[in-house]
């Protein structure tokens, strides 16, 4: 009995013991299999490989480029704009693994989803905000326009009877005193020659071959009062009036580089020294230079203003017939009164220019930002619902549970931006808009009073 009871007892203890022994391998097994599942998790998101993000580059921007443009210039996500597609989003963040950190996760977002902003920013980065006015101006010249390279001949009849006397002057002071006053008005980049004719011997028969082939060039270059001054004092009325040899002549005083040429002839009277005046002037016009020979008759009479009107046709000029020094200078005030009407005319043409310009630049920095920013929003919208599409799959995920508040944060930055940079280019524009549209009126209204002044000195 004892031997019975004793060995119950040996196989109750082997089975308690098997039972302890058995436990510990369970735990193991549970371990084992936990160790074998991370190093699954890590596995997957240290092989998965993140999409590089590349950038679009600007021309024309001289400076480094901050974060956040950097950013806005990245290109564009395969869902971006009109191409957006929820599910096909969704498939893609399917096969995104735990464990990414959160600027991975916005990464491979934005590669799904994100804008394009190349025009609107490549229009912030490169926006001019200038406003200029290149209207041409007028050339304060009579009757005619400015030339980069613009010759001006004044020939002046030094004949005998430019001594005769016309209100209180000679015919001659009075024409000295109207070219003077001409030639104060050419403009600076412009050159101009002075050259007489009929100076040299008298009136008198004997002396009619010595001035009939008598013209001199007394002045050539840019207009210096004191110089020109110097060569007018010079010239005296002494004999008889070739116009014609003036005409021809004159082609000597022209630079090469001249690509248009003013003629200007002052005379009292008709050609008397044989000569062809009417074929010199069509001569000077027919060549390759641009020419217009314009006529200044002084108490001409009716033969000699038949003439000089021809002459001036064939110039494809105009004659003016004045028969006093006040009307010599009343011709010069009508010709201020054009200049000051030209004037007034650039002043309306150009500050209208320039209010134009100013509202454009105003309404493209306006619509640029207005733009950018609803693609800002859009942008912000998508990657919100991608977020959220992700927390489904991973929602105990720190990167995931952090990742709203970044999302946040960066579209802020680029919101921000945008409308920083649209509002400073806007404000700009209106500043130089307004800078240069005063500029104008100021600067039209003195040359326009200045023409005034000049036409009341006369």
């Not at 009871?5 to 040996?10: D, H, I, K, M, S």
């Not at 980069?148 to 002057?169: F, P, Q």
Request: aromatic residues 8%.
């Amino acid at each position: 009995m004892k031997k019975l009871l004793y060995g119950l007892f040996c196989s109750l203890v082997m089975l308690t013991g098997c039972s302890v022994k058995e436990e510990p391998k369970v735990q193991g097994q549970t371990q084992e299999e936990g160790e074998v599942q991370e190093k699954t998790v890590e596995t997957e998101a240290d092989a998965f490989e993140p999409i590089e993000p590349e950038y679009y580059e600007i021309e024309g921007v001289d400076r480094e480029l901050s974060d956040v443009e950097k950013d806005l210039l990245r290109k564009p996500g395969i869902y971006s704009g009109e191409n957006y597609d929820g599910e096909k989003v969704n498939e893609a963040i399917d096969q995104w693994p735990d464990g990414l950190t959160v600027e991975q996760y916005l990464n491979e977002m934005l590669n799904l989803v994100g804008e394009d902003y190349y025009d609107g920013m490549k229009t912030l980065l490169t926006f001019d905000t200038s406003v200029e006015v290149d209207h041409t101006k007028p050339d304060e010249q009579v009757n005619q326009p400015t030339l980069k390279t613009a010759h001006y001949a004044i020939l002046i009849d030094a004949s005998g009877s430019m001594r005769a006397m016309a209100g209180g002057k000679t015919r001659m002071d009075s024409a000295k005193d109207a070219v003077l006053d001409f030639a104060k008005q050419i403009p600076e980049d412009a050159t101009m020659s002075m050259r007489v004719y009929g100076h040299k011997g008298s009136g008198n028969q004997a002396d009619k071959q010595l001035s009939c082939t008598s013209t001199e060039n007394y002045y050539s270059g840019k207009f210096e009062e004191k110089a020109f001054r110097e060569a007018l004092g010079k010239v005296q009325p002494a004999g008889w009036t070739p116009i014609g040899l003036a005409l021809e002549t004159v082609k000597e005083d022209i630079p090469a580089d001249a690509e248009e040429v003013v003629v200007y002839v002052v005379s009292d009277g008709i050609e008397t020294c044989g000569g062809d005046p009417v074929k010199a002037a069509g001569d000077l016009v027919a060549g390759n230079i641009q020419t217009v020979v314009n006529i200044i008759g002084y108490d001409v009479d009716n033969e000699g203003q038949t003439l000089l009107k021809k002459v001036a046709d064939a110039g494809n000029g105009e004659f003016i017939y004045v028969n006093s020094e006040k009307e010599l200078r009343k011709y010069m005030r009508a010709q201020y009164e054009v200049i000051q009407k030209q004037w007034w005319e650039w002043k309306e043409t150009s500050q209208k220019d320039a209010w134009d310009q100013k509202e454009n630049l105003k309404e493209l920095s306006f619509d640029t930002k207005e733009a950018l920013q609803k693609q800002s929003v859009q942008e912000k919208e998508r990657l919100k619902k991608a977020r959220a599409y992700l927390k489904t799959k991973y929602k105990d995920s720190d990167a995931v549970i952090k990742l709203s508040n970044y999302l946040i944060e960066d579209q802020h930055r680029k919101y921000n931006y945008i409308t920083q940079k649209g509002h400073e280019l806007y404000n700009e524009s209106i500043k130089n808009g307004h800078e240069t549209y005063n500029q104008v009126i100021k600067e039209g209204h003195e040359k326009h009073n200045e023409a005034a002044r000049k036409k009341h000195q006369q």
